[in-house]
T-cell receptor
Framework: AQSVSQHNHHVILSEAASLELGCNYS??????LFWYVQYPGQHLQLLLK??????LVKGIKGFEAEFIKSKFSFNLRKPSVQWSDTAEYFC??????????????FGTGTQLKVEL | KAGVTQTPRYLIKTRGQQVTLSCSPI?????VSWYQQTPGQGLQFLFE???????NKGNFPGRFSGRQFSNSRSEMNVSTLELGDSALYLC????????????FGPGTRLTVL
């Protein structure tokens, strides 16, 4: 079964620090990759996605992620975090299923706290 | 375009009862997926419906079921509630073709006492 690993469960950074959150997945076939964010009290929102093409994808709010196929990785980065980036971040993978359709397999999430 | 809506937002039930949650997808979206979010297990896939048919199913007991109507709205039912069913239940919709992006609703917070 496919799985998604997020290596950092809790991260605390000061404002303006750089951020990198690790994500590795186990499935070897064609996958689509996502990073979702859940701000306190809000619903899951898509930060960015990778379907194909340029492995460096840019998302909203200055976030970017790099897909490295050989490492089965899709790490999230931001050069300079803000207090408003405090949230929980989820890496997710989806692939075509036998019956059609897809399901998202999520990592366990990384709780990011940005201090002023 | 209105987002995914879920009702009710909060529910309190007791063990042994059953509950029905509702989800209205984004207009034009034909696929609805349900996920359970708990602190211990994280986000887990329950099932996906497309054109009123269950297309995929996760590893949950038969007490968890769902259905989809012709207007793509979906309901999820949990029978014989257990304490461990306390969770945030999330609904996500997508257009349904291929590996499309899924859009999430705010969730229904279920507490089982």
């Amino acid at each position: 079964a496919q799985s998604v690993s997020q290596h950092n469960h809790h991260v605390i950074l000061s404002e303006a620090a750089s951020l990198e959150l690790g994500c590795n997945y186990s499935y070897g076939g064609t996958v689509n990759l996502f990073w979702y964010v859940q701000y306190p009290g809000q619903h899951l929102q898509l930060l960015l996605k990778y379907f194909s093409g340029d492995p460096l994808v840019k998302g909203i709010k200055g976030f970017e992620a790099e897909f490295i196929k050989s490492k089965f990785s899709f790490n999230l980065r931001k050069p300079s975090v803000q207090w408003s980036d405090t949230a929980e971040y989820f890496c997710a993978v989806t692939r075509i299923l036998t019956g059609g359709g897809n399901k998202l397999t999520f990592g366990t999430g990384t709780q990011l706290k940005v201090e002023l | 375009k209105a987002g995914v809506t879920q009702t009710p937002r909060y529910l309190i039930k007791t063990r042994g009862q059953q509950v029905t949650l509702s989800c209205s997808p984004i207009s034009g979206h034909r696929s609805v997926s349900w996920y359970q979010q708990t602190p211990g297990q994280g986000l887990q896939f329950l099932f996906e419906y497309f054109s009123e048919t269950q297309r995929n199913k996760g590893n949950f007991p038969g007490r968890f079921s769902g259905r989809q109507f012709s207007n793509s709205r979906s309901e999820m039912n949990v029978s014989t509630l257990e304490l461990g069913d306390s969770a945030l239940y999330l609904c996500a919709s997508s257009q349904g073709q291929g590996l499309g992006e899924q859009f999430f609703g705010p969730g229904t917070r279920l507490t089982v006492l």
